[in-house]
Every structure is written in C-alpha cells, then in structure tokens.
C-alpha cells in the first residue's frame, strides 16, 4: 500500500514576486555562509552550522508560514528563520552569542532558535535537535487538536495551525522519532515532518546507517501521507509546501515531505568537510543558488537586477557583521536568570483538615485533586499508560476520571515514556496543563532523554520565553514484592537534573496540596508517589491517610514539614536529635523515635528539588546531631549529598558525623519477600542507628 508522492513541477508557473523574494532570501543566506567561512578564525569560536545546500526547501517552508503556527527548526535551518522574517543582524548576534541574540541571550548555539513573537511562527525550545525536536513538535500538533475538540481553539477562519518538524534524515533513526510518527499516525494529528536528505549524518554517509531512506520508512505508518521531492529546486518545494500545508490546515492530517539536497558547507565549523568527504563535486552540481537564479530569469527578473540584489546583499552582510560582533555581550551576572519561572504558589493556602470529613487514603486524595482540576480548567488532561477509562490506572489513581471526562481528556498512550514526557513540551506550549503518569518509576529512564534535554532546559536556554508547565506522576518505591522492576527509588538521578523539581509527599494531604501547587508552578514538576503509602496497607503507615484537603488548599513546592518537634528542655541539653527524610522514611522514623520521647525531631522533606535548606540548616543547627533516612542506598545518592551539604554548611554545630540509614546496595532490588525485607530500611534499622547517634 504505497503512500509516497514523487511530486512533479507544478505546471502552474510560480509568481514571479515569491521568486525574487526567494532569490534575495537564498543569497542572503549564501553570502552569510560565505561570510562566516572567510572570517573562521572568528566566527568559529562558537560552533555552527549553515543551511548551504538546504537553502530552497527551507525557504519553501519559512516562506509560507503563518503566526499561528508552530515549527521546530534543527540547527541547519538559518534559511527558515530567513524566511520566517529573522534578519541577518539577529542571526549575527546568535552566532556571536550577544546579549540581544533573540533566541536564548547567548546561551546557546547558532541557530538554536526559540522565538515567540506575535507576528512570526512561533519557535518552542529545542535542543541539538537530532531527532529530540519530533516529540515536542508532535506534542504541540496534540494539543492543537485537543483545543480545536475542545472548543478551546481561536477562530481563525479555516486558517488553522500547522505544527511543522524540520529534521535531518540521519536523526530519523532515533527511536524517538518512530515514537512521533506513530502518535502523529494514530491520532491522525495536524504535522508536518519535513525530512532533508543530505546523504550523510557526520562522517557516516547514508550507506553506513540507514536501511532506508525516510520516505520509504514512512510507508510503514498508516495516515501519514509521503511526499518525495528535490528540496534543492526552489519552485518544486514551494509548491509542494503550499499544497500539504493547505491540506493540513483544512484536512487535519499529518503529512511527510523528503526533501533530497546536498550538502555544500561543512558539517559543523569545528568539522570540517574535506576532512573525509569524497562527494564535493557531485554535490555541488545541485547547488539550489544557480537553479533559483535561473528560475527568476525564466519569470523575467532582470540580470542586472540579480546582480544588484547580489551586491546589495554583500554589502548589508558585511554592515551588520561589524555590528553583530561589537554588540553587547551577556552579562555574567545573568548566569542564573531563568533557572526557574516563577510560580504563583509561595505559601500554604486553604484549608488542610476540614471539619466534620473521615480520613481517606493517599491514592484518593491525589485522584480528588487531579478531578477538581480538571473540572476547573478546561485546559487540563490527563494522559499516560492504562489511565484511560477502562481501568483508570493500575494503581486506580485515575479511577472514573476518564468517564467524567471523556477520551479526549484522558486518554492512554503506547509505551513511549519519551513521548508521555517529551510530549508536554509540546502540550505547554499551546497553552495546555497536562498530567501524565509514567506507570513506575522503573519506566522512566526511556523519557529521561526528554526530561533533561527538553523540559528541564526550556526556560533557561529560551531566556525566560518557553517555560515547560508539566506535572509529570510516578509511582515509586518498594512495596508488595514489588521484584526488580517495579520497585526502584530513581530521586539521586532526576535530582540532578536542574531545571526540574522534584517532590515527595507522605501523606495524602501533601499529595494533594503539592499535585495544585504543580499544577499552578509554570515549571516541570516531578511528583513521586509512594505505592506502599497510597492505600496504607502496610503496618505503621495509617500516617499517611489524611482528611482530605479544600479544593483550596496547596502546599508551596520547595517547603518542608515538621512531622514532631523535640522537648526544648532536651534540646537546651544536648539530647535532641533530627530526623531528616521523606516518603517512606517518615513511617520509619517516627517508629523509632518513640524509643525517645520528647528528644527526637523529624523533618518530612516534602520537597527533594528545590530543597528547603533553611528549615534542614537550621535544624542542625538547632539539635547538632543530625539523621537522614532515605529508601535508596547510600552510596552516589541524593541523601549522601544532603549529608555533605549539611557537614558544610553546619560543621562547626554539628556534636556527630551525620548519619545515614537507607537500602543495602545491590543493583536490584530481589523479588522474594525475605530478600527484599532484608535489603530496605525499617523502624528497627533506623532505630539501631538511632541508639547510636545518640550515644556518640
């Protein structure tokens, strides 16, 4: 069942007003290759990349889109930005990384664009864009369907928005990439993927990597309709962008052009073509420059004409040149702007215990906020593995969600952990709040890509302009002989990865006042949830049932609770202690310490990034022996470097090492019972090391 267009030339001649634009356009990007490439030795202090070779297509594309839709440039596309209406001044200022470089301020490559004007295409952040763009990008055609089903969508007179994904062909063999196309062919989703086709990842040509070239992939992926052109012909390109964007627009569907082109500059500056290429010559004979230049005289632009435009354009390049490279550079003292947005969520609201209300188990405290949410804000839903209407969630933590709301509101996915996270991205960016659940925490490692490439970077490497709003649910922890894949603890890895935070709630009332708190913060948040406290079944953990919060209530990300507090006559006399943990951990600690009454202290972290260090410092301070109880091991972990943050910053208080209790250090946590009961932390554990802290 072939769906793969060859597209042949419009015999309807284009005008002769798009081919000069696109004429300019091509020589202005060609001569600022030029430019750059004569001045490397300066230039080349930042790496970059230029759309040499790929000049036509890309101006096809940015030439004809509109401010309401979106586009995901990768780092070769100088001639979409050309297009779009980005002058060779601000793309100056970008390879230069100045101050006023539009994209990111200097923080980051050429050509890395985020933009988000009124009157242009509107740019998200994106990374290297080796095939990480496509879950974003998909993302955002998601949430454009979802608004336009929802009602949600602005009227613009049957001029709908695109979603358009620039890719290079070698980065279509990420997995990633497959898991787009397959969301993108299952929902049916309104997508452009744009694949160009130079032959070559770096030094690795088509032959070596790819059993297949996109157009011929893209068979396998029933609804999304193929287009194969030469992406080096002007007039092919634009006609055939204008036709599959026309019908994205009024169809709703996703389509994929692949555009062959050569490759006529380096891959890089800092990678340079001669190095191993033996296929200059040919590729040079399907330079798009001359192709254009003959297609504007065959419209009847003038020779002369061409060869003013041509010194026009030499001349302006040169002007803004000298004037990029002695614009403003960044300030240093900038270099923390933009690590997060702020939220409007800094204090504890609403009421936390309602009179007159049983206690109720955490999972339900979780499932009524995420409700009130949703009946609130039409702009939020839900989406992840097995959440969907039929079960509701494994652990039934979206139970009767989706029949309240609707498929379209909460619906599953495939498992593509990448695309649930990466797709927030997207979904954020059209003005959506999603709520995805990666099933267990053992699952999130194929999503991590997205997680630290895409949203944790967003609002800092896009200065300020695309913050990532995502709240993103993981059941985690050990429970039940739970075996080595769904039991993990995985805070040490996501707690290093700035840009994100990260909380741990232990009772069903934090649970649901940080799930609004997230779901307010502008920021990705991550929202670990304890299996083994969602329904307290185990022994000593009947804590963590809570009457259920006002609709009102949110507990501030980043603020800690004190679980008890200690005697201040035990304190004044040197016999006190903290407990410092989380999760589980509190279930742990408070057991223990009833061994010693009036002299322990327990501080339930509630938050594990941002931290709240005034309330942890000034508890150790205050007691000068200090515990940290975590579920993970010890060693390489988040509580090891709490540990050494708290012997830094308190040394001089502190009566005792701090001490540390957590898992015994294996690469998986065992299936049966014993051995995992004798791998994990307990009361009896932390109350050994209890005893001995406190007779150090």
């Known amino acids: 069942m072939p769906n793969t267009n060859t597209a042949k030339k419009n015999t309807v001649k284009i005008d002769k007003t798009t081919v000069l634009k696109g004429f300019e356009l091509m020589c202005t990007a060609k001569t600022l290759a030029e430019k750059y490439e004569d001045n490397k030795e300066i230039t080349s202090k930042y790496v970059h990349a230029t759309s040499r070779g790929h000049e036509a297509i890309q101006l096809a594309l940015g030439m004809q889109l509109k401010p309401q839709d979106f586009v995901a440039p990768y780092y070769r596309d100088d001639s979409i930005l050309l297009g779009m209406g980005i002058t060779p001044y601000e793309l100056m200022l970008d390879l230069f990384a100045k101050k006023d470089d539009p994209f990111s301020g200097g923080r980051t490559y050429y050509s890395h664009p985020s933009l988000k004007r009124e009157d242009m295409p509107k740019i998200p952040h994106q990374s290297s864009a080796t095939g990480m763009q496509a879950i974003p990008m998909t993302g955002v055609a998601m949430g454009m369907q979802y608004k336009e089903i929802e009602g949600l969508a602005e009227d613009l007179n049957g001029e709908n928005p695109v979603a358009v994904c620039s890719i290079g062909d070698a980065a279509c063999t990420e997995g990633e990439f497959s898991e787009a196309l397959q969301m993108a062919a299952l929902k049916q989703l309104p997508i452009l993927y744009l694949v160009q086709d130079n032959e070559w990842d770096i030094s690795a040509s088509a032959e070596e990597i790819r059993a297949q070239d996109m157009a011929y992939y893209a068979r396998g ?117 933009h690590y997060f947005a ?40 839900l989406y992840g593995q097995d959440v969907g209407a039929r079960l509701g969630g494994v652990f039934r933590e979206a139970a009767t969600l989706g029949k309240k709301f609707g498929d379209n509101r909460v619906f599953n996915t495939p498992i593509m952990e990448a695309f649930i996270i990466g797709s927030t991205v997207g979904m954020s960016a059209v003005g959506l709040k999603p709520i995805v659940e990666v099933q267990f925490a053992d699952y999130i490692w194929p999503g991590l890509n997205q997680l630290f490439t895409e949203l944790s970077r967003s609002n800092y490497l896009s200065n300020g302009k695309w913050p990532v709003s995502s709240v993103i649910r993981v059941p985690i922890g050990a429970y039940g002989s739970g075996g080595p894949y769904h039991s993990s603890s995985v805070e040490s890895v996501v707690t290093n990865i700035r840009g994100i935070k990260v909380v741990y709630p232990s009772t069903g009332a934090d649970l649901k006042g940080l799930m609004k708190a997230a779901y307010y913060d502008p920021n990705p948040v991550l929202l670990l949830e304890h299996k083994g406290l969602y329904w307290s079944k185990i022994k000593g953990t009947e804590g963590a049932m809570s009457v ?73 301070k205050k007691h000068s022996k200090v515990m940290l ?64 802290l406190f007779e150090y």
């Open 221 to 337: 992926f029933k609804g999304v309709e193929v287009f194969s052109i030469d992406g080096s012909d002007f007039e092919e390109s634009y006609n055939t962008i204008q036709k599959v964007l026309k019908l994205i627009r009024t169809e709703r569907r996703p389509f994929l052009i692949h555009a062959k082109v050569p490759l006529l500059g380096h891959h890089t500056s800092g990678v340079r073509k001669e190095f191993y290429r033996d296929d200059l010559d040919d590729h040079a004979t399907r330079d798009p420059y001359p192709k254009i230049k003959d297609l504007a005289r065959s419209v009847g632009v003038d020779e002369a004409d061409l060869v003013n435009i041509e010194a026009k354009t030499k001349k302006l390049v040169d002007q803004v040149y000298e004037e990029a490279k002695n614009a403003e550079d960044p300030d240093p003292a900038s270099i923390t702007n």
């Open 342 to 381: 702020p939220t409007p969520i800094t204090e504890e609201k609403g009421v936390r215990e309602p009179k007159g209300k049983q206690k109720t188990v955490m999972v339900d405290c979780a499932l009524f906020a995420v409700r009130e949410l949703m009946e609130k804000h039409p702009e939020a839903l």
């Open 548 to 620: 259920e919060p006002d609709e009102d209530y949110v507990v501030p990300i980043g603020k800690a609770r004190i679980v008890q507090e200690a005697d201040q006559e035990k304190i004044d006399s040197g016999e006190s202690v903290v407990i410092i943990t989380y999760g589980m951990g509190v279930y742990w600690a408070t057991k223990a310490a009833k061994n010693h009454p009036g002299a322990v202290e327990i501080i339930d972290l509630r938050t594990l990034s941002p931290l709240d260090t005034d309330t942890i410092y000034a508890a150790a």
């Open 629 to 692: 109880v975590t579920e993970e091991s010890i060693e390489a972990s988040f509580t090891l470097g709490l540990a050494g943050r708290i012997q830094r910053e308190c040394f001089e208080y502190l009566d005792a090492p701090v001490s540390i209790v957590g898992s015994i250090d294996t690469p998986a946590i065992p299936l049966h019972s014993d051995l995992e009961f004798a791998l994990l932390p307990n009361a009896d554990k932390v109350g050994e090391a209890l005893q001995e």
